[in-house]
Structures are given as structure tokens and as C-alpha cells.
């Protein structure tokens, strides 16, 4: 179809530049011309690994009596192997072991299908929430992963286009947009291939406004500028996961005027909002902003050694009608206001998920290398 690599490479480098900038480890370097991409060498794992929401398609027809529409949670996962000549037969997870395939220097074993069926299903959430926002359905997707040469990191490798996944506007199949319109041709006019193109492009523009910053913040409150080095630890895992976030110093006690007008600031701008307070000695900081507003509101005291036993139960135990939540380490304090902010922000939802990824990968890596070294 002239203009579909145009197309499909605008799609791809959006795709996983979002990816990328989520956290998640892939091959794609940066887009280079308008049909091509430059990307990290890689020796491809020749298994496909498709993940599905909703059951439609091929699984309808290998699973006979389930209804399409049936929603999978957690999403269906499925492992095919790349064999033409075989038609693309799907493997278990124990024909994935048995097969010992080796590529770039590192064997396919169990540890590797473990993260690859991680990140599988961890890509196609980002993506299906990054596409909720545009409402839009991601249905089911398909990708690769590769070694990357020298390195031996595992990372996804692949195009992801139009005929990548199945995408339903709507949640309503009448108005796909992906290949499967093609698919279902009866026949392969210049008109239809004009039809098919259209969806495509479609894609290729909706998809621009995945990858977008978050429009939340987060808003620390401290009781005296002494409590700086707190509140610059929140400022280093927001800016992470690329939420604003402002510091003000105000004291609830001192100077209560004061603290109310700084608040009526963040509720009449209409930005979404978290406030954390730090506060030492008696917390009157986040009790009192707890109870003259409907933003979110975390106490994050900094406990000293001396009186820290004492202190934090003027942050736990809050008067009645007050929800203040209290987290005492200032990463557990903005993680916590991250997650409040991705209900409704994507990429931070996004972000947050791919941290959990890396985290839970970098556990199995290092239990590889441990197990690798004592074996040795």
C-alpha cells in the first residue's frame, strides 16, 4: 500500500518513544527519516508473544465456546513460535524451556520467558491505558523481544503498527481501525486499500497525543525552610516520574492566615492536585489543611531521633472527620501522591508501572547472576 511505511514508522517511533519514556527497555534509539527508525542491533527471539483483553479473532476459533467479547483480567497472555512453514504454532511456557534456543550469547530459559511475559503484559497495559485517554480500546497486540548484541540485555524489539494489535474506538468492533480491516475484504479494490490507509493514518495522528505530560503536581507544604532536605527528596522522585512539584513554606501554628491563602491558590487553578506536609514537633500542618480542602492530603513528618516516638502521633492520630494519610520516608510519601495523580494522568500511571517492572526484573537478574556465580 504506497505511504504505509511513512505511516508505520511515524506509529512505531511514537509507540516506543512513549515506551521509553515510561521506563520500559527497548531496541528503539530515535526515528531517522520518514521510513526509518535507528535502533540497537539485536539477535531476535523468534517467538511471538501476543497479549489479549478481549476475546475475538483466532482465539475464538482455537477455543471454541467462548463467546466473543469475553474480557480476560488479568490479560490472556499466548506464546507462538515463528515457523512459516507451520503456520506460527503456539507453544506452551514448557516447550519455551525445552527448546534451549540461544541468541546473542544467552539461552532462552526459564528466568528470560519470566521477564519476557512480564514485560509482555506490563507494554500492553501502558499502552491500552495511554489509548484509553483517546477513547479508544486496545483489543489484543503482538511483540517481540531481542538480545542486544554484546550487551546480552533482553529488550523489546520489534515494529508495533496497525498490524501490530487490534484497536476498537469506542470499544465498539464496527469501528476498527487496525489490519483486521484488511483481513476481512472481500475484495482488494483501490477503494477499500483508500479505506484501510485512512484508519491507518488515523492511528498515526491519534497516536501523537499518547505520549503527553502530565497535567497534575504535587504541592509540598513545610512548616519551616529546616525541613528543605525532606522536601527535596520529594522533588527528586516526582521530577523521576515527571510530575511537578513546588515547595512552599508555611507554618499552620504561626501563621494559619497565612497557610489558608497559599491553599485557596492550588484549589482555584482547577490543576489536579496532591498536597504533602511536612511538619515536625506537633503536625498541625496536614490536619489543618486536611480539614480546609478536598485535595489529597499526606503527612510526611521528619522524625528525629529524639522526640520522633512522640511527634509522629500528632500526624497519626488525626481529629475525626479528617482523611490525611501519613507516610514517613519521603519516596514512599511521593510515590503515594503518584498514584493518587495516575487515576486519571496515564503517564504517570505509566511510569509507575514500569518502575515496578524494573524493580521486579532486576530481583530475577540478580538472582541469575548469584545462582550463575556459584555454579561457576
Request: net charge neutral; charged share 25%; glycine share 6%.
Amino acid at each position: 500500500m504506497e505511504g504505509k511505511a511513512k505511516i508505520s514508522n511515524s506509529t512505531a517511533a511514537t509507540v516506543f518513544k512513549l515506551l521509553k519514556d515510561a521506563g520500559i527497555r527497548t531496541h528503539f534509539i530515535k526515528q531517522h527519516g520518514e521510513r526509518s527508525f535507528i535502533a540497537l542491533k539485536c539477535h531476535m527471539i523468534p517467538l511471538e508473544w501476543v497479549t489479549r483483553r478481549i476475546a475475538t479473532g483466532s482465539f475464538l476459533k482455537r477455543n471454541p465456546g467462548v463467546e466473543e467479547g469475553y474480557r480476560f483480567n488479568p490479560p490472556k497472555l499466548e506464546t507462538f513460535y515463528k515457523d512459516d512453514a507451520n503456520h506460527d504454532p503456539q507453544w506452551t511456557y514448557e516447550q519455551c524451556v525445552a527448546a534451549k534456543m540461544t541468541f546473542g550469547g544467552v539461552t532462552i530459559g526459564p528466568d528470560e520467558l519470566n521477564i519476557m511475559e512480564k514485560m509482555t503484559v506490563t507494554i500492553f497495559e501502558i499502552l491500552e491505558r495511554a489509548w484509553s485517554s483517546q477513547n479508544c480500546s486496545l483489543i489484543d497486540m503482538k511483540i517481540e523481544f531481542g538480545i542486544v548484541d554484546q550487551t546480552e540485555e533482553l529488550v523489546l524489539a520489534d515494529i508495533i503498527d496497525s498490524d501490530s494489535w487490534r484497536l476498537w474506538p469506542s470499544g465498539d468492533k464496527r469501528l476498527m481501525k487496525d489490519k483486521q480491516v484488511y483481513r476481512n475484504l472481500q475484495e482488494v479494490t483501490s477503494e477499500a486499500l483508500d479505506t484501510v490507509k485512512r484508519n491507518f493514518e488515523w492511528v498515526a495522528e491519534k497516536v501523537q497525543l499518547l505520549n503527553i505530560k502530565p497535567r497534575g503536581r504535587v504541592v509540598v507544604f513545610m512548616g519551616s525552610s529546616s525541613d528543605s532536605q525532606q522536601g527535596d527528596k520529594i522533588v527528586s522522585i516526582c521530577k523521576s516520574l515527571d510530575i511537578a512539584c513546588e515547595l512552599r513554606v508555611t507554618s499552620a501554628h504561626k501563621q494559619t492566615d497565612q497557610t489558608m491563602r497559599l491553599l485557596a491558590e492550588y484549589e482555584g487553578d482547577g490543576i489536579p492536585t496532591v498536597l504533602i506536609a511536612i511538619a515536625g514537633r506537633s503536625n498541625g500542618l496536614g490536619p489543618v489543611l486536611a480539614g480546609n480542602t478536598v485535595l489529597p492530603v499526606i503527612n510526611c513528618p521528619p522524625l528525629t531521633p529524639d522526640w520522633g516516638a512522640q511527634d509522629v502521633w500528632s500526624s497519626l492520630r488525626m481529629p475525626s472527620g479528617l482523611g490525611c494519610a501519613t507516610v514517613t520516608e519521603p519516596e514512599g510519601a511521593a510515590l503515594a501522591a503518584a498514584q493518587i495523580l495516575a487515576l486519571t494522568e496515564h503517564m504517570v500511571w505509566a511510569r509507575l508501572r514500569a518502575r515496578q517492572l524494573n524493580t521486579w526484573t532486576g530481583l530475577i537478574e540478580s538472582d541469575k547472576k548469584l545462582r550463575t556465580a556459584n555454579t561457576v
